[in-house]
């Protein structure tokens, strides 16, 4: 496993994630891909040969064994860790997309051009849409691959133990696992850190969905806020010139009088 190329991939998530999906990813590869690579595939090794059946019916112990492991647990677990990972390198390459676009969009119209993103990693637009639906992929995956797990193996516990009749067993053959135990605690293990990376999930999609209510909220605040100052700036000019029109009016009527009949006949 090339170590500095996961580091470079791990920097650019951790790079555009919020402490919730900083923190998630940090338990992906600590706790599920290192487990994994580490020590989960040693522990399982070759599953089928260490599978042990007391017959030498031809075919019995096969038969057996893919009734009780219909598909390795390594596998299933490889899968989900690809599955889950990728959406968070979709939002890397949308924030590289949006970055590509910037720079033609300079090239093409000068650098005194207005910018088409004030930030390209920050969660705006499509990039808020694309984040929150990776969340909501992953934790999709997670949940259906815990369930994948508990209804093939019928549950996680792994018994010393099993009987199987499938044909072409002559009879009710005793077949035994190799290290149930191990498999049963390593099991478990990858379990609970699905469940927690479900719940971090979660809690980073209500955060995002809460933060971008409250925003929108006080932007509606803002704008009826603004409109009320206005309408109340409206009114206070229409009283200022009802008032000044008023005056003018009481201007001429309060005029010097009229001179009254007698003194116009004497001044004749």
């Avoid at 595939?41 to 096969?62: I, L, M, R, Y």
């Avoid at 599955?83 to 090239?107: G, I, N, Q």
């Avoid at 099993?162 to 696992?177: G, L, M, R």
């Avoid at 704008?223 to 010139?241: F, G, I, K, N, W």
């Amino acid at each position: 496993m090339n170590w500095g190329f996961l580091q470079a991939l791990i920097s650019g998530v951790n790079k555009y994630s919020t402490a919730f999906g900083r923190v998630w990813l940090s338990i992906v590869f600590v706790f599920r891909v290192l487990v994994f690579v580490v020590a989960a595939e040693k522990v399982w090794g070759d599953e089928q040969k260490d599978f042990k059946c007391n017959t030498a019916q031809p075919g019995c112990h096969n038969v057996c064994y893919d009734h009780f492991f219909p598909v390795s647990h390594v596998r299933l677990w490889a899968l989900q860790l690809i599955f889950v990972t990728c959406p968070s390198f979709l939002v890397t390459m949308h924030v590289a997309y949006r970055e590509d676009r910037e720079k033609k969009h300079r090239l093409k119209y000068g650098e005194g051009i207005k910018h088409l993103y004030k930030n390209t990693g920050k969660k705006r637009g499509g990039l808020w849409w694309t984040y929150v639906l990776s969340l909501v992929f992953k934790m999709g995956v997670d949940v259906t691959f815990t369930y994948l797990v508990y209804h093939i193996y019928e549950g996680y516990h792994f018994p010393a133990l099993v009987k199987c009749s499938q044909t072409p067993c002559p009879n009710v053959v005793d077949c035994f696992i190799s290290r149930p135990t191990e498999k049963l605690i390593f099991t478990i293990f990858m379990v609970v850190t699905s469940l927690v990376c479900i719940l971090l999930s979660f809690i980073e999609t209500v955060y995002l969905v809460g933060k971008r209510c409250v925003e929108i909220g006080k932007r509606m605040h803002k704008s009826r806020h603004m409109e009320v100052t206005a309408s109340r700036m409206d009114m206070s000019s229409a009283a200022m010139l009802l008032d000044s029109n008023s005056g003018r009016r009481t201007g001429k009527d309060t005029g010097s009088p009229a001179p009254s009949y007698s003194v116009a006949i004497a001044k004749t």
